[in-house]
């Protein structure tokens, strides 16, 4: 049976009609029990009242499965409590072909490979793009130069929270050659350490491990932990860096007891942000109209 718009509850119905006479952004949610009397048919309709559409994104997906599908819950959440419809495109890259360039030092033939996922989401309605993975940020520069679509940047957010918390020793969580690389090198003040050879392989292998299956494992999560107290005791470390988008599924604030800085969390919210404003960093994603094509 279809559920009507009437079998809300009158505050909720006043509340909406009147959002959208006033066209105010309506951020209050239906209870539970209006929730479970309406459907979703009802849920359309109550929602067309009071909600704002999101400029379209362009998600670069599977870069791991896991992180793009914790990105997909986070941005519909973060939309929905902000009185927001997402609107959202999302292709899957594959990581054997990032890794493949990244070993490779092979920024240009990375940077075409994802503008190639940016042109498909242009063409499907995306006005901006993100990619949920730190490692292909390694050609960020030359992607932004040719994308036609801003790039929402994962290190301006960790670059402003590192200088919130004043931290000034850090250690990386994340593949082999986000730990080994200079990606982070523009973060003025603060020293990355880098941990012993054994333990980065044990970083490593975690991580790309849970990347490829996108499921939580107590063990990963026990491993990485007591690894994370050794170095912030050994070493004084201020903060663990997760810089791999898929260590969220390991890891939130309810679980780490250690001093952390979470990529994917501050990533998440610029793209938020950026889903409600017409522009994004110019230092990073800006559009270049006169961007080449890539084939």
């Known amino acids: 049976m279809e559920v009507k718009i009437h079998t809300l509850s009158y505050r909720t119905r006043r509340k909406a009609v009147q959002a959208r006479r006033n ?31 999101s400029r379209c994104l362009g998600l670069v997906g599977g870069l791991g499965v896991g992180a793009t599908l914790l990105y997909y819950e986070k941005l519909a959440k973060g939309c929905e409590e902000r009185g927001r419809e997402l609107d959202i495109v999302i292709t899957n890259a594959h990581t054997p072909r990032v890794f493949e360039y990244v070993e490779a030092n092979d920024r240009d033939r990375l940077a075409a490979y994802l503008n190639g996922y940016i042109r498909r989401m242009k063409a499907a309605g995306a006005e901006i793009a993100a990619i949920p993975a730190v490692t292909p940020h390694y050609c960020l520069q030359e992607l932004a130069a040719r994308s036609p679509l801003p790039i929402v940047s994962i290190f301006d957010p960790l670059i402003g929270e590192l200088a919130r918390r004043v931290a000034r020793r850090v250690a990386i969580f994340g593949t082999r050659f986000v730990i080994a690389s200079d990606l982070f090198g523009g973060v003025k003040g603060v020293e990355f350490l880098r941990p012993k050879p054994e333990e980065v392989d044990l970083i490593h292998d975690t991580y790309v491990g849970l990347a490829a299956t996108g499921k939580r494992s107590q063990e990963k999560y026990e491993k990485l932990t007591a690894l994370a107290k050794t170095l912030v005791r050994r070493d004084g470390v201020d903060a663990i860096l997760l810089a791999g988008t898929d260590l969220a599924l390991l890891f939130d604030e309810s679980n780490t007891d250690f001093p952390h800085v979470d990529c994917a969390a501050l990533h998440i919210e610029a793209i938020l942000k950026s889903l409600e404003c017409g522009d994004t960093d110019p230092k990073n994603g800006q559009k270049n109209s006169d961007a080449p094509q890539d084939a």
Do not use: C, I, N
């Open 23 to 53: 066209g105010v952004e309506e951020k209050q949610l239906p209870s539970f029990e209006d929730r479970a009397r309406l459907g979703t048919h009802g849920l359309v309709m109550l929602y067309s009242l009071g909600m704002r559409k």
